[in-house]
């Protein structure tokens, strides 16, 4: 169990690229960060309004000469300081995450960015390259694999206690988008505009979240071959899709599912993952996420608490106020940040950690996942090798 204490000797000094009035995720990042005293908010560039953003800012307590315009400003003028960043956060539209990682990792900083990584694997890829020429770490907020549950699936699946795994079923499908909001929305609106979102939706935007929590819960698994079907229910955001369906054919001959959707009426968020083995099945709901159902075929159901003694120790590490006592995004969240300052730390010494975090390889392999689905879909929703 994590009581406070300390995990780095000193707080990285950090900055963020967007996140500023308005932004929802902006607040996410900045709580979960600040949250174990690993990170210090010393700078940032908030908003595509400079003014805007420098007010943001002071609400934040940011020296007003660290309040910058824009992020290349910024990197340029942190640089000229000893005291100078080391880390930064991008939470900007999916359009501008290559080249504000891209010129982050230059100007060596470890990064921190919202998925999707980027628009391509090829420019995934080189982002990856160049995070391992520079010895320098990217976080991917895939958040909610900071979950206790989370863990304690891979273990039981580590373990052996589902046996084989035969088939993986994933979904992350709400309602919130059955009609056009983005039409008085401006949080929307860029993610239906292909300049911004990316070739992709809801395949990019929520089904790569339940996609990296079956990576982390089998490892071992590798996708051979996929077929995807995506529609635009709501017509004006074609071509982009905002309901699909992608069958996955793994390696050890495991088949799986994802279904993603923003026009699911009346759920609220539909993210669920079910692990079916030839012994046993698990299964997690994000609504429900103290949560993880164990099911032996011919036993009765077992519900694994958050926080309870019996879990592996791996999930009771992340654990951050016993059990009983509901647990949710923030602290998942938290978990994850304080993995990557450890990483960073780690690095910067020349060494690597022996714990699992959402890396920059996490991110590639969503980017590829997205590409692979749209080159499905776009071809008649024909199977492809995964490439």
């Known amino acids: 169990m994590y009581y406070g204490q300390r995990k780095i000797e000193n707080p990285i000094r950090w900055a963020m690229v967007g996140g500023g009035i308005g932004s929802q995720i902006g607040y996410i990042h900045r709580s979960a960060a600040l949250r174990d005293f690993n990170f210090q908010l010393v700078a940032g560039a908030f908003d595509i309004n400079p003014e805007r953003g420098k007010a943001f800012g002071k609400e934040l307590h940011i020296a007003e000469d660290r309040l910058y315009p824009d992020y290349k400003t910024m990197f340029a003028e942190e640089a000229k300081r000893a005291d100078g960043i080391q880390a930064v956060s991008i939470a900007t539209p999916n359009g501008t995450h290559y080249e504000i990682t891209k010129a982050a990792l230059e100007a060596g900083l470890h990064v921190v960015c919202e998925k999707p990584l980027c628009f391509t694997t090829k420019e995934a890829e080189e982002l990856e390259a160049l995070a391992q020429k520079q010895n320098k770490i990217v976080g991917i907020t895939y958040g909610y694999a900071g979950h206790q549950a989370i863990e304690e699936a891979r273990q039981l699946v580590a373990e052996g206690k589902l046996g084989k795994i035969r088939i993986v079923q994933l979904q992350f499908a ?183 975090y959402p890396n920059i390889h996490a991110g590639v392999e969503g980017v590829r996942w997205v590409e692979n689905c749209v080159r499905s879909a776009d071809n008649g929703a024909t199977w492809v090798e995964y490439k």
């Open 174 to 356: 709400h309602g919130f988008h059955n009609v056009a909001v983005e039409k008085n929305t401006a949080s929307t609106k860029w993610r239906v505009n292909p300049k911004m979102a990316g070739p992709s939706y809801v395949l990019g935007d929520v089904g790569t979240h339940p996609l990296y929590l079956s990576e982390v819960i089998c490892p071992d698994m590798k996708i051979k071959r996929l077929m995807c079907s995506r529609q635009s229910f709501v017509e004006s955001r074609a071509p982009l899709e905002d309901n699909a369906m992608t069958i996955m054919e793994y390696d050890n001959g495991a088949i799986g599912y994802v279904w993603s959707s923003c026009v699911n009426c009346g759920s609220m968020h539909g993210q669920k993952v079910r692990i079916i083995g030839e012994k046993a099945s698990i299964e997690w709901w994000d609504e429900r996420p103290n949560q993880l159902t164990f099911e032996v075929q011919g036993e009765p159901v077992r519900i694994l608490e958050r926080g309870m003694g019996y879990l592996a120790p791996s999930a009771l590490a992340d654990d951050r106020i016993g059990g009983g006592h509901p647990e949710g995004l923030f602290e998942a969240w938290s978990n994850l940040y304080s993995r990557f300052a450890q990483a960073m730390v780690a690095a910067d010494k020349g060494e690597t950690v022996d714990f699992w």
